[in-house]
């Protein structure tokens, strides 16, 4: 009984010993492995800033150019990934468009399941201080059905590893 009781003390002190190699900070080579595929280098940094350009007003049957620019705005390269951004066209809704009374636009684009995590060719890099743009028509991928007053704004941060940025204004005549 002595020595399961002096085992099962040791076990435990090994136990937390080793966890607290484990957290953040400690020497552990195994949770660095795990910390570099847990937060992959589209999600490690969101300083990658998005912003949305459009004329102010449209046609209801005209294409709707949007302007899709990545920064960093940081002093180091950064990197993110095409998927759910303009950069791979319309493979997913990569937007969220409402018009005046909040009612979401449909989104009428495919949508395609991906590898996960991104391989290396679907990554940008873009330099300290750089920027790097898309343009792309909105209208190939929602459908815009009455005139009226839209926002739309960039919701996919969280697969890209971009900044949502802010919403923008259009209107449709």
């Known amino acids: 009984m002595k020595t399961t009781v002096k085992?099962?003390?040791s076990l435990a002190a090994s136990l937390f010993f080793?966890?607290?190699?484990?957290?953040?900070?400690?020497?552990n080579?195994?949770?660095?492995a795990a910390d570099s595929t847990v937060q992959s280098p589209a999600i490690a940094d969101s300083t990658l800033m998005v912003s949305l350009q459009a004329d102010s007003v449209y046609q209801l049957t005209d294409s709707i150019s949007v302007l899709f620019t990545v920064s960093n705005p940081g002093t180091d390269s950064l990197r993110?990934?095409?998927y759910h951004t303009p950069f791979e066209g319309f493979m997913s809704n990569?937007?969220?468009?409402t018009d005046a009374d909040g009612k979401e636009v449909a989104y009428v684009g495919p949508m395609?399941?991906?590898i996960m995590p991104p391989p290396a060719?679907?990554?940008?890099?873009?330099?300290?201080g750089e920027a790097d743009s898309i343009r792309f028509n909105v209208a190939k991928g929602y459908r815009f059905e009455k005139a009226?007053?839209?926002s739309l704004q960039y919701n996919s941060g969280a697969i890209s590893g971009l900044d949502n940025g802010q919403a923008i204004q259009i209107r449709i005549d």
């Open 121 to 128: 060719d679907t990554y940008h890099t873009v330099a300290p």
């Open 148 to 150: 009226g007053t839209y």
């Open 112 to 114: 395609t399941r991906r």
């Open 94 to 97: 990569f937007l969220t468009i």
């Open 29 to 32: 080579s195994n949770a660095a």
């Open 80 to 82: 993110f990934t095409q």
């Open 7 to 9: 085992t099962m003390a």
């Open 18 to 27: 080793f966890s607290q190699c484990q957290q953040p900070g400690g020497n």
